[in-house]
């Protein structure tokens, strides 16, 4: 009878050298994503109401859509 959120974030590659390496993070409500951040796309896409209006923000700040696409150096 509670909210349930979490985040799963999780990167895939074919290659031995990882120079095909997608990061996937996904913000998930109630076992829905709401929110994605696709390395290939570069931004973060919104699935729900809620979803849009903070991938708007998130990709507004610079600072925060950098360190997100670092992360899949990092990782």
Not at 47 to 65: C, I, M, S
Request: net charge negative; proline share 1%.
């Amino acid at each position: 009878n509670g909210y349930y959120h979490s985040r799963w974030a999780t990167c895939f590659h074919s290659s031995r050298d990882f120079s095909d390496m997608v990061l996937v993070d996904n913000y998930i409500f109630n076992k829905d994503v709401y929110i994605q951040f696709n390395s290939t796309v570069g931004e973060f896409v919104g699935y729900t109401e809620h979803g849009v209006y903070n991938a708007e923000r998130f990709n507004k700040d610079p600072n925060f859509l950098q360190q997100e696409r670092a992360n899949v150096e990092r990782v």
